[in-house]
């Protein structure tokens, strides 16, 4: 998922103009996953620059 706050292009009344996925992660997905007895991991709180690397490390 994005990491940060992102445009979603929407221009209609009542449609968000932004996500904000780091509230989303917070809120919403960490703890769904905490329920389901899974350990959440979000890459960029674990790793450093090479994100994708360590995902497809961990992935593998």
Not at 1 to 30: C, H, I, N, S
């Amino acid at each position: 998922m994005p990491f940060g706050t992102k445009p979603t292009g929407a221009t209609r009344e009542g449609v968000p103009t932004e996500v904000d996925f780091d509230a989303l992660w917070a809120q919403v997905y960490q703890p769904a996953i905490v329920a389901a007895g899974m350990i959440p991991v979000r890459a960029d709180e674990q790793y450093g620059s090479f994100i994708l690397h360590d995902m497809i490390a961990c992935l593998a």
